[in-house]
């Protein structure tokens, strides 16, 4: 029991490290996706005919690993909220 209660002070105490490291690599997974985004695209007005096409070797891994990350990070800030409480 003793053992369980440190493997679960332990985890508590990393989750705020792994949520940083997480949202880090977000913000650069997120940044390196807008590439020739311009400002007017930003708020809809931009063409429609330059958002619609295939994602292809680099920059599909970018686009899965993007969403990967950012499920991971709402799973350790639930279990962060239910462990803490």
Do not use: C, W
Request: hydrophobic share 60%; charged share 10%.
């Amino acid at each position: 029991m003793l053992s369980f209660l440190l493997q679960m002070e332990t985890l508590v105490s990393a989750l705020p490290y792994a949520e940083v490291t997480l949202s880090v690599l977000l913000i650069i997974g997120i940044v390196l996706q807008q590439r020739g985004a311009t400002l007017g695209g930003a708020f809809g007005g931009d063409n429609f005919a330059s958002t619609f096409y295939k994602r292809r070797g680099a920059e599909k891994f970018l686009f899965n690993a993007t969403i990967v990350i950012a499920v991971l990070l709402v799973l350790a800030a639930i279990v962060n909220f239910l462990l803490v409480g």
